[in-house]
Structures are given as structure tokens and as C-alpha cells.
């Protein structure tokens, strides 16, 4: 199923925009009359934040919250450096925060209670404007805190791709497919859960008999653009088509894998970003939050399965089917050979990285379990406390963050309001790899620099949602 683009007039009630707050701001974001909204013009964009219900396969009904209606979201379009409006109305009893993941705005924008950003009002609305940047591959999602209710936070289906279009596209491609995936019927479970990728327990499992462990989320159902496998309209192509596929991982806690039988992936961005080493890979591998750009050339006629190579994650409904014209007969699914997922791989040779202006050694440890028996996260020795004063961080200046994973578990970290340069992979120098996530495996070591181009709070966590929820992030200050 194509997730639809909005429409002008939707995009002119649509989602965000700009380089600055209106002015009124706070007092838009409580006003409810019909008089108060005629004294604004028209926003570029419109979220609604409503509950939902939809079908993810014939009689299979999911009960979620969405924006506009739809999971996921509609395809929102922005154009690099121009500033939009944004008006968010929340149709739902609980105050919730959207945030524009990979997005440099300002803090009050951002959607991250702990950055002090606006809050979208239960039953009420909120009006701003940003400017999108940088271009590439975006995406809109609620950052509520979920804790034990599986129904709130990513676990819902609160998600969108928001594409910045670059100043310049040269199009070298004949077709352009947006795909997100997306878990639904979450439940906690204490028995060890199956991962897509075993080595990285990447959705906070336990290696089996290590030790006992707390709670972890199962899922019941899978889906690609909010569908099943086999229960959406397919991927239709043309043979000698080159189709640029953008993935979106918008689990809650899953890191997800792609392959196309008979076809391989030329991946030219990552998390939006194009990569300096485009290269060909047979398996696609995407932590929580992250995004994948990857050029496919249909040169091998027929109907197939664009999906999980886990045959239960398949089963569940991780897949969709591609088609090619004249195409006929069952979707086709074969295993794609053995292939380890390396960042390293699309990046620059660099004997050793550039010497940055300052080092943050960030350390991931486990602590105590939380009295309800959830695992819970110290970095460097604390889990998140509001009340401890932000570390600091230069504008500007060149900081080489550390991150250390002492754990069991594979980490999805994100860097909020800013992008980072991956400098060192587990002891591998790179350079030229620019992402917002990173996922750093069990008893493995990851360096990125990042230089703050914007002052204010900035959120740093994982993005698997209960590890954030349980003390997993840290807050940053930069001036």
C-alpha cells in the first residue's frame, strides 16, 4: 500500500514549520473559539491527534491513536530552509508532545518534555512555525512517556515521514516508495522474546540463560505501511525501473530487516542523509527510529515478497508484496544469503579520526530493577533525574561523544535537534557517515562527534521506549 501524499489544502491545515515561534504562541495553543482562529492565517500544515481504529488485515482490527486519521500519518513534504506553519490539535484526553525526529529547531519545538518544549493540550491545539532543515528523510512521532501502558508512546500509531525536499535533486530514479514498519497488539511477557538479528538483542533481550530479566514486549502483529503481509495493494514496477525506497523503523522496540529475493539494495542514505559509499547489500538492517534510502534496479521480472527474512516476523505480517507489470502468480520468497549489517562499510577509510575540541565518555550500565520489574538504565553511573543540572556542550565546537554499552542488550541511540558524524564503529575508524541514531550492540563501542549549530536543552536516549522510559537519556545544555 503507497501511503498518500497530502494534498495542498491538506498540507495547508497540515504538520511544522519555520525558523521561529508565532507570536501568541502559548496563548494559540489555548484558545478554542472560532474568533481566536480566524485572528491567525492558514498553517502549512496540520496534525490531529486522534483515537483510532483500522484494519490491518480483513477482520483484524487494531484500536490505536493516529494523526489525521491514518497509519501511519500522511506523507508531509517540506521544502529545505522554507519556513511553514504548524498547527497541532489534540482530540484526546492526555496532553502529548509531537517531535520532529532529526529536525534542528529550537528546544520549544522540538516535542521533548525534558527540553521544556510546548505541550499539545489535552482537547486543545498549539500553533508554530519552524524551518525544516536539514533536507533528507524525516519523521513526526509522539514523545509521551509510555511506561507499563502498551497503549501509549510509540507503541501507538502516533508516526508520520516528514521529507525535507534538498535545494537540489538531481532524481536518479524513475519511482519513489515510502515504507515504515510498525508492531501492534504489544504485551509484556517474561519469557525470552525473539529478535530479527539474534546478535544485537536489539529490542532489549537477553542472550537465553544469561540471567534472569524483566519484563520485555511481544507483539502479536507486524505490518508495513500499517497492513499486513499479503493484505495491501503491491509495490507495482516496470523492469528496468530504478525505485528509491525510503524505510522507516517506527517500532517501539523492534529493530526490523529487509530483503527482496533476487534483488539487492544500493544504499545512498541513512537516517536522511546521503552516505559518501553508496553500496550494494543483499539485507537491510534498521535499528528503532532509524531510516534507510536505498536504490532498487528491477531487472528481474515477477512477483515477490519485500520483507523480514525471520520467517515468524513474515508470518506476523512484516512484508509487502512487489509486482512488477504483467507480473502473475504468488508472491515469491526466497532466504537472502548470510550478510552482517557494518556502517562502517558506506563510510570513508580514515586512519584516524580529526581530533575533536572536547570528549564526553557517556557509559551504559544496568541498574537496580524498577519495583514493577522493568530493567532500568544508568549512564555513567545514573539513571535520569530532572533534578541533576544538564551537561554542557559547546555551540559550535567539535565534541566527541563515547558511547560505551557495558550492557546485554543493543542500544538505538538518539541524538535530539542535532546530527552526529560516526568516527569510530567498534574499534573501525570511519568518516563522512552523518546520523541522528546510532544502534550500538552488547559490550560494543561507538565515537561520534557532533558541533551544535543550536543553543538550548537537546535530549540525548535510547530510543527503544522503555529503556527511555526507565532512566535510559540525558539531558544536554548548549551555549
Avoid at 47 to 65: D, N
Avoid at 154 to 175: C, K, L, M, W
Avoid at 389 to 395: D, E, G, H, N, S
Wanted: charged content about 20%; overall charge negative; glycine content about 8%.
Amino acid at each position: 500500500m503507497h501511503q498518500p501524499a497530502l494534498t495542498r489544502r491538506e498540507l495547508l491545515c497540515g504538520l511544522a514549520c519555520g525558523a521561529g515561534i508565532l507570536s501568541g504562541c502559548r496563548r494559540a495553543a489555548n484558545a478554542s473559539t472560532p474568533a481566536d482562529a480566524a485572528r491567525l492565517t492558514a498553517p502549512d500544515v496540520v496534525l490531529k491527534i486522534a483515537p483510532l481504529q483500522f484494519e490491518v488485515a480483513p477482520g483484524h482490527t487494531v484500536t490505536t491513536v493516529a494523526y489525521n486519521g491514518s497509519v501511519p500519518g500522511p506523507l508531509v513534504r517540506f521544502r529545505e530552509g522554507v519556513a511553514a506553519t504548524v498547527e497541532i490539535y489534540n482530540q484526546t484526553d492526555t496532553p502529548e508532545y509531537v517531535h520532529w525526529h532529526g529536525f534542528e529547531i529550537p528546544a520549544e519545538l522540538d516535542g521533548a518534555e525534558e527540553e521544556h518544549s510546548l505541550v499539545v493540550p489535552a482537547h486543545g491545539s498549539l500553533r508554530y512555525r519552524l524551518t525544516p532543515l536539514p533536507s533528507g528523510s524525516r519523521f513526526v512521532h509522539t514523545h509521551a512517556m509510555a511506561m507499563s501502558d502498551l497503549n501509549r508512546g510509540v507503541f501507538t500509531g502516533q508516526y508520520a515521514f516528514a521529507f525535507i525536499e534538498p535545494r537540489s535533486n538531481p532524481a536518479r530514479y524513475d519511482q519513489e516508495v515510502f515504507l515504515s514498519t510498525h508492531e501492534w497488539n504489544p504485551y509484556l511477557t517474561s519469557m525470552e522474546t525473539e529478535d530479527e538479528d539474534d546478535a544485537s538483542h536489539s529490542a532489549g533481550h537477553k542472550a537465553a540463560g544469561e540471567k534472569n530479566h524483566g519484563w520485555e514486549v511481544a507483539y502479536r502483529t507486524y505490518t508495513v505501511n500499517g497492513r499486513c503481509l499479503g493484505h495491501s495493494d503491491p509495490i507495482r514496477v516496470k523492469e528496468g525501473q530504478r525505485v528509491l525506497f525510503h524505510f522507516l523503523n517506527a517500532s517501539a522496540t523492534e529493530s526490523v530487516k529487509f530483503a527482496l529475493p533476487g534483488h539487492r539494495f544500493q544504499v545512498v542514505a541513512l537516517d536522511g542523509n546521503p552516505v559518501p559509499n553508496p553500496q550494494l547489500v543483499d539485507v537491510l538492517h534498521l535499528g528503532t527510529a532509524e531510516r534507510i534510502d536505498a536504490v532498487v534496479t528491477m531487472d528481474t521480472p515477477g512477483v515477490y515478497v519485500l520483507g523480514s527474512p525471520n520467517d515468524k516476523a513474515r508470518e506476523r505480517g512484516m512484508g509487502i508484496v512487489v509486482e512488477y507489470a504483467n507480473g502473475g502468480g504468488e508472491p515469491r520468497w526466497s532466504k537472502p544469503p548470510e550478510s552482517k549489517w557494518d556502517y562502517t562499510v558506506f563510510g570513508k577509510a580514515r586512519r584516524a579520526p580529526v581530533k575533536p575540541d572536547a570528549i564526553v565518555p557517556l557509559v551504559f550500565t544496568e541498574a537496580a530493577r524498577s519495583a514493577l520489574g522493568f530493567d532500568r538504565w544508568n549512564i555513567n553511573g545514573k539513571i535520569y533525574d530532572p533534578a541533576i543540572p544538564p551537561t554542557r556542550l559547546a555551540k559550535g565546537k567539535r565534541t566527541r561523544l563515547v558511547f560505551d554499552n557495558r550492557t546485554d542488550d543493543a542500544h538505538p541511540l538518539h541524538l535530539h535537534r542535532n546530527s552526529f558524524e560516526l568516527v569510530s564503529v567498534n574499534g573501525t575508524p570511519t568518516a563522512g557517515i552523518v546520523k541522528d541514531v546510532v544502534e550500538v550492540k552488547s559490550r560494543q563501542k561507538v565515537e561520534v562527534d557532533v558541533a551544535p549549530r543550536q543553543e538550548g536543552l537537546t535530549l540525548f536516549h535510547c530510543h527503544q521506549q522503555l529503556h527511555m522510559d526507565y532512566g535510559f537519556k540525558l539531558l544536554f545544555d548548549v551555549a
